[in-house]
């Protein structure tokens, strides 16, 4: 192992000097004069810590043994938690898969397609109780494991057009996205302080990103995204890393086009009638065929072996990054990325082009 920091640090080292000295040699004299002391020292650090990350991530990042390893994932009924769940109990893991319930068709998938290391049990992450439960299970069923990673990943999406949707979606998706990891990760940090592990929260692009007529799944992301950075600070002291996966769009039950249907009715069923007069009746009907053309769209892809790969990479590599995006497609990703970065009031017109694009429709009284 040291051998091997010796050459990293090497190449390093080399990578740094040669670009500075390529950059010596091809700026033109007048620049190299106006380059000081002090930003030469700046480029130097900068350059210095690009190529330290890069070759200590592919070079160091040896994957942990996940023999005497535990990982509790949430929400294994379905989706990505259902996969990851598999894929991570054929790579050795001691895997306990909670569901939202015990008997649902995914829960008794797991029983039947994997290993006897995977225990099932069921968890509501909106319920202390349940959650109180799950702890004891765990425990109960550690034996000579430790529990090494916690995987955030139960979610819902409740709500769209926000003057048109119940507080209830709102608050509903707040219980289970944004308060669900807190109740979960506070309940098992005992055990992680005691393996040094890790807690891997499964937000989405929607954590940084606006998202016109999802409000509600939008915000309950955001704050996702925040409990990871804020906790990352404060667990660091007990040798715990946090990682956040945020996913782009992905084909699961979340996002299948009857099920987004089903919800906008629920969510828009007792509009006030001033409400429903301001909008229009054609708005709700052209709203809801958007949503259902959008969900289907080829952009939405059942690849999701992107997510699980990420996520099981955040779970067993020595050193995971912090933020992982993973995404379908690489045009759609350099998009997330753009508009991650552009100021607020581009990223703005980014997001309200991608609006017009959708054809989301007007309410009838606005102008
Ligand atoms: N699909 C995407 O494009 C996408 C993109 C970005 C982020 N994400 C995030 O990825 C995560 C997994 O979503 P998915 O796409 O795999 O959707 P999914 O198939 O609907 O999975 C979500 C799971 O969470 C469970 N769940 C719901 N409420 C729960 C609660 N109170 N306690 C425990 N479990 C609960 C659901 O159980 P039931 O099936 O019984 O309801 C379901 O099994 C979510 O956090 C989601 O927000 C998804």
Aim: include cysteine; aromatic fraction near 12%.
């Amino acid at each position: 192992m040291i051998g091997r920091y010796i050459i990293f640090a090497s190449v390093h080292l080399f990578v740094t000097f040669s670009t500075l000295k390529i950059l010596s040699i091809i700026l033109p004299c007048s620049v190299t004069c106006y380059c000081s002391c002090a930003a030469n020292f700046l480029l130097c650090l900068f350059v210095a810590i690009l190529t330290f990350g890069f070759t200590k991530k592919r070079g160091l990042n040896d994957k942990i043994q996940p023999s005497y390893k535990a990982v509790l994932i949430t929400g294994c009924d379905t989706g990505f938690g259902n996969a990851l769940a598999k894929q991570l109990d054929t790579k050795g893991f001691h895997v306990f898969a909670s569901c939202l319930s015990k008997n649902s068709p995914g829960a008794d998938d797991l029983r039947k397609s994997c290993s006897d290391r995977l225990k099932v049990l069921e968890m509501d992450v909106t319920k202390d109780e349940s959650v109180k439960d799950a702890v004891q299970f765990v425990k109960y069923n550690l034996g000579t494991c430790v529990l090494w990673a916690v995987v955030n990943n139960a979610g819902i999406q409740k709500g769209f057009t926000t003057e048109l949707s119940r507080m209830q979606d709102f608050k509903d998706t707040m219980e289970v996205n944004a308060f669900g990891p807190v109740r979960v990760t506070k309940a098992f940090l005992p055990l992680l302080k005691q393996s040094k592990g890790r807690v891997i929260n499964v937000a989405s692009v929607a954590g940084r990103l606006p998202m016109a007529h999802s409000a509600s799944y939008a915000m309950s992301k955001h704050a996702c995204v925040g409990f990871s950075k804020s906790i990352r600070l404060e667990l660091d002291v007990w040798g715990i890393q946090v990682i956040s996966i945020e996913p782009a769009f992905f084909k699961t039950p979340l996002a299948d086009p009857e099920n987004i249907s089903k919800r906008i009715d629920e969510s828009f069923e007792h509009i006030d009638e001033d409400i429903r007069n301001d909008y229009g009746d054609a708005y709700f009907k052209k709203f809801k065929e958007k949503c259902h053309h959008l969900f289907g769209l080829s952009f939405y892809t059942s690849n999701i072996h992107f997510v699980i790969d990420d996520i099981e990479t955040a779970v067993s590599v020595q050193y995971p990054d912090t933020v992982y995006t993973p995404c379908g497609s690489i045009f759609i990703l350099i998009f997330i990325k753009c508009a991650q970065l552009v100021p607020d009031h581009l990223q703005i017109l980014f997001l309200k082009f991608f609006s017009n694009f959708v054809g989301f429709p007007k309410p009838i009284k606005a102008n």
